[in-house]
């Protein structure tokens, strides 16, 4: 009888705000670039802010400019899983928050946790099936607000979410928390038991924020149910000219 113990489920995490495929202030639209560096990380899980899912006048004018969601451009044959949550839409299309996995996905649904006026955000909840885990994974995208009160209403409701799942089960949230005061840490901690990766690993957030110059600490990685967390450095080029935002990435063990 085979008594060996079961080995630990790994995989690699990136998340990223893609700014709508465009260079800062929208001078250069960088997809195909930013596809190419996506694909160098040789990530598992992709978590995609800001990522477009139509736009029809950019479709018009601008040259390379797929025609398929950029979810779907960006996950191209290397991520055969993928789910969308279209968060802001006007009238020449969408964009909104997305997930590429190489596990299969068994569920997601996106949650409006907009708040009031045109500032619409979401938070789109997969849950995947990683191939010799014994419990699903819960991944968790989200792009918060640019208002204090907004951003810990959002907060909240992440907590709320996270505390209907089995206590077993491993959560992975990461995304664009446009928290520059840094309290969504205490929040998260105490709400849901999350643990931001980077700062285990090394006393603080990363930096992200321009991503030509980092100042802001905005873009996060939090887990919980996970053994082992290891922040993932990722070069300075060619990120910083794809997106207003750098890059974050872990290693993950359950």
Sequence with gaps: MDTASPQPVAFKVLTVNVHKGFTTFNR???LHELRDAVRDVSADLVFLQEVLGNHQKHAGRVENFPQEPHYEFLADTIW???AYGRNAVYDNGHHGNALLSKFPIVHYENHDISVTGPERRGMLHCVLQPPGSAVPVHAICVHLGLQEAHRQRQLRRICDLVNTFDPAEP???AGDFNDWRGRAHEVLRE??????????GGGKARRTFPASLPVLQLDRIYVRNA???TP????RRPWSRLSDHAPLAAEIAL
């Design 80 to 82: 055969h899983q993928h």
């Design 232 to 235: 993932v450095p990722l070069p």
């Design 191 to 200: 709400g849901a038991g999350l643990q931001e990766v980077f700062m285990q």
């Design 28 to 30: 250069r639209f960088m």
């Design 171 to 173: 959560v992975v949230l």
């Design 227 to 229: 053994a082992v967390l």
